[in-house]
C-alpha cells in the first residue's frame, strides 16, 4: 500500500482544544471520518504548537514548508524588510493582514501578485512533490508556489470578507462554502490530484470579531458539513482501490485569545487612527513610520502581530541595511518601553499594557542574533531565565519558539503585550493570536489515513509520531509545532511496507 494522494484541511485559527472537544463529542462526523470514523480509529493527534509570533503568514509559512520562521523568512502577518531583498534593495514594511499603515492593500496583492509567496526563503511541499511528478491544486491558501493549480478567491470576495464583516459584505460562511465550491468542482472536472490543499479562513474570521467561543459552533455548523461535500466529490473522484492511498492531515496554524474589546486595550501605532506608540518615539526624537509610503526614510518601524510586535531600528546616521548600534540605538528605546509600560512616560496609553520587552544585539552577534530579555531594572537575561521567571501559564515552550524565531527579517525589539489583563497590538477586537499563551499558540494537527487496514495505520502512525519527536529532539528538545507537519506527512510518505 503507498500513498499516492494528500488531502490537507487547512482550518484558519481552529484551537486544538476545540478540535479535540468536537472530535470526542461526535460534533463532527465528516472530519472525524477523515481520521477513520466516528472513534478515529485511523487517525493520530499531535500537540503542535505554532510559531512565535502565532499569527497567520508565519505559521502557514511553516506548516507548508517544514522550516521555522528564522529559515521560511515571514516573521509575522506585518514584518519589515530593511535590505528590500524581494522589492529592489528597497526597504519594505509588509502587511499582509491590511495593516495600520497601509496604502497599498497587501492582503489583496497576497493573491493578485504572489506577494506573499515571493517572499517565502523555503521550498514548499508543492515544490518538493513537484520532483517526484505530483500534482497538486491548492484552494484559497496564499502559498501556492510549486503547485500546478492555484484556486484563488475572487478579489472581490476576498475585499467583501476582510473589510466588509457579516453587514454588507460576506459572511464567513458563504467565504469559506465559496472555496469549498470551486475545489470540488474543480476535483469533478480533472480528478483528484495528488496533492490537495483546501484552506478556510472563516472560523479565524468569526474568532476575531466574536470571541474564541464561537469556535465549536462553527466548526460544527460551518465547516463540517463543507468537508461532508468534499468528501463526496473525492470518493467519487477515487476509484475503490486507490482509496486506500489517500492520507489526510486536519490542522490549524494558531489558536485564539479573548481579550478585552476596547481602546484602551487594543494598541495601534497606527495611522490615521491611534498613535499609542507613536507618542513614545516622538518622546525619543525618532520618526517612526505611521504613514504610507513613508517606508526608508524614519528611524523605527513596528509590526505589529497581535500579542506580539517586532520593532526595528536604524541608527539615524547609517541607512537600514546597517546594523543598529545595540547601546545608542537599541536599549534606550527598550528601556522607553519599560518605563511607559510601568509609569505611563513616553505613553501613557502603554501603562501596563506589556508583558514582555526582548532585545538582541546585531551589531555583535549578526542579523541572526537571537533575543534576550531585558527586566524592567534595566538588567539583561536570558530568555530561560525571563520565562522561568514568569507564571508558567502565560506562555507554551516559548524559549524554542523565539530562539527558531530569531532572523535577518525579525526586529531589534519583539514587545509582548500583556494577555493577562487583555492588551494586544491590533485594531479593537473580541479574540486575537501572535503571543505564545497557550490560547493562542496551540494550534490543530491531526494525521488521518482513512483506508488503511489496522496494521498499516499502526505503523504509520508510529512513524508520524517517532520522526516529529526526533526532529523534536534534535532541535534542542522543543515541543512539537506546526513546522511537524511535513515531518509527519513526508514519514508516511517515505514508510516501506514491510
Ligand atoms: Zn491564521
Redesign the pocket.
Known sequence: MEIQHLLLIDI??LRGDIFRQALEAGKIPNLARLLGGPSAARGLLVPALSTAPS??FC?QASLFTGAHPKAHGIPGNQFFDRFGKHNHGIPRHYAFDVGDTLAVDDAVLVFTNRLAANCLEAPTIYEIADAWGWRSVVAGHMYAKGAETWLRPSVVDLARFTKGGDLFGMSSQEYDRSILEKTIAHIKKHGLPNILTCYMMGL?HESHVHSPNIQLEYLSTGIDPLVGKLWAAIENALPTEDQDKLLCAVFS??GQISVVPDDRHSLRLAFPFEREMGHLFDALGLDVHDYPGEDPDCDAVVASNGGMAHVYLRNPKESWQERPDFETDVLPVAKAFWQAHQSGEYAAELQGALNSVLLRDVKTHGWTAPYQALIPSGEIVSLESWFANQPAELSIDPVARLDNLAGPYTGDLLLISNYAEGFYFSGLLEGVHGGLHPADSCATMAFGWPHACAETWQQASNQIKNAIAARCAQENGRQPSVADLLTGLMSAISMVEK
Do not use: C, I, K, Q
Open positions: 484558519d485559527g499569527v497567520t505559521a479565524d496554524d494558531h
